[in-house]
């Protein structure tokens, strides 16, 4: 086992982010909340944003370059123990956020729910099994969601796994090694596409592996492209860079959709990584890019429970086209005023607090 040296101050201190890839994250992450709004309402042939589930992709590949930027020069002198404990007190309280407003928003529904048919027992089961990011698709009006209180949770379990195979075997494996599990993982990605007609899966019971051959492909994309400085200058900026992401969400619906995901996947988002990783941001934007990277992640993990109670909003009352519209303008209005809260009295205080914490016990060892 790696040990972890408390002499060398540098081994915590966070690097310098890639600002544009950081607005490019709020970016996707803002599209998702779209993307489920519209997803509850409208089938994907009538939904301009039918696409939007891919951001997930992006954000897997964008990890991926991130955690082998971060950790890749440092890892073998923090060890592992050290590397968890970085990415629980990143990742874990809007684990336990979204699970807390999810087991509120279940119990308290305004719009129905069935909260009255779940026993005591299961409900704190399904709860726990939230906190500790442990699938438990058991929620059948739900579609049987691998989180039922927080669905996108899912895609967190899958970071986590892949950190912990980042930590024990990639961040060692040598680049051409991992060019061939790259090989194998586009191949692997490509047969789930082909097999279930587009790359949705990973969020319920029936598609729970394909969320293991969508970060198994995007994050060794990530990796590779920091390793192999597959970084490409350009003039474009992020308001370019961000209209490009937006594209592929938005592009129409059709019978060929296990194609064209699959194609946005293996080429479009590590090239949109590349680019923006190499791209100068103007001054002029640099808040707006800093703003959107830090409210991505509460945005992401705190709308869902909302979302839920939006579907059954639409259920009892079945809203015209011009009423919906201005919901789901408002609500996504105030679904990231609510991250932007999440993120200044809960988020950024927890970890803050988490990160001292650490520091002294350091210190006292």
């Not at 912990?164 to 586009?186: D, G, H, K, M």
């Amino acid at each position: 086992m790696m040990t972890f040296n408390t002499t060398d101050p540098t081994l915590l201190k966070t690097k310098q982010h890639f600002e544009i890839l950081d607005g490019l994250r709020g970016v996707a992450a803002l599209c998702v909340v779209i993307f489920h709004f519209m997803e509850m309402v409208y089938l994907p042939d009538k939904n301009f944003i039918a696409h939007g589930f891919l951001a997930v992709d992006f954000f897997f590949c964008l990890s991926g370059f991130v955690i082998a930027y971060a950790y890749d020069d440092r890892m073998g002198r923090m060890g592992i123990t050290e590397f968890f404990k970085s990415r629980m007190i990143r990742l874990h309280p809007l684990v336990i956020l979204g699970s807390v407003l999810g087991l509120i928003t279940f119990l308290f529904d305004p719009f129905g729910g069935q909260a009255d048919a779940y026993s005591i027992g299961k409900v704190v089961l399904i709860f726990l099994a939230s906190v500790f990011l442990i699938p438990f698709p058991m929620m059948e009006e739900r579609a049987f969601n691998n989180f039922g209180l927080n669905a996108p949770s899912w895609s967190l379990f899958w970071e986590y796994v892949a950190n912990i195979v980042y930590a024990f075997i990639l961040y060692r494996t040598p680049r051409r090694i991992l060019w061939v599990l790259f090989c194998i993982s586009a191949i692997t990605l490509a047969v789930v596409s082909y097999r279930e007609g587009g790359l949705l899966g990973g969020w319920n019971k029936d598609s729970f592996w394909d969320g293991g051959a969508r970060i198994l492909f995007s994050f060794l994309a990530g990796i590779l492209i920091y390793r192999a400085n597959l970084i490409l200058k350009t003039k474009i900026g992020f308001i370019g860079l961000a209209v490009l992401l937006i594209l592929p969400f938005i592009m129409p619906d059709s019978k060929l959709n296990w194609l064209t995901q699959l194609l946005v996947v293996l080429l479009y988002f590590p090239l949109l990584v590349s680019l923006g990783a190499g791209a100068k941001l103007s001054k002029g934007l640099k808040k707006l890019c800093n703003f959107s990277g830090k409210i991505s992640y509460p945005l992401y993990m705190t709308h869902y429970a909302f979302i839920w109670m939006f579907g059954n909003y639409y259920q009892a009352y079945k809203p015209n086209t011009q009423q919906l519209t201005l919901v789901i303008i408002a609500g996504t209005i105030l679904l990231l005023g609510f991250g932007y809260l999440a993120m200044v009295i809960f988020d950024t205080p927890v970890r803050k607090f988490l990160k001292r914490k650490r520091k002294t016990e350091q210190f006292r060892s």
